[in-house]
């Protein structure tokens, strides 16, 4: 059962590697566009410099998960 769980485990850490490269190079795409680091898209945003369009929306859940994914991903123990 540890082999499988170990397995298992380890895929999801490459899912999670892979989501936030494309996740990144996502981003990176749309600072280039807008000619804003993604730091300051939600000030941009407070300050009319950018109107929320649903490509700035689709930014914006980028970033999101890119916080959660960049967070420390301890999860719960499996029962055995």
Do not use: C
């Amino acid at each position: 059962m540890t082999l499988i769980a170990d397995k298992d485990d380890s895929a999801l850490e490459q899912n999670r590697r892979r989501l936030i490269q494309d996740f990144r190079r996502e981003a990176a795409q749309y600072e280039r566009r807008y000619e804003i680091p993604s730091s300051q898209v939600k000030t941009a945003l407070a300050e009319g410099r950018l109107q929320e369009t649903a490509e700035i929306a689709a930014w914006l859940l980028i970033l999101a998960a890119l916080v959660l994914l960049s967070r420390n991903h301890a999860r719960p123990s499996r029962p055995e």
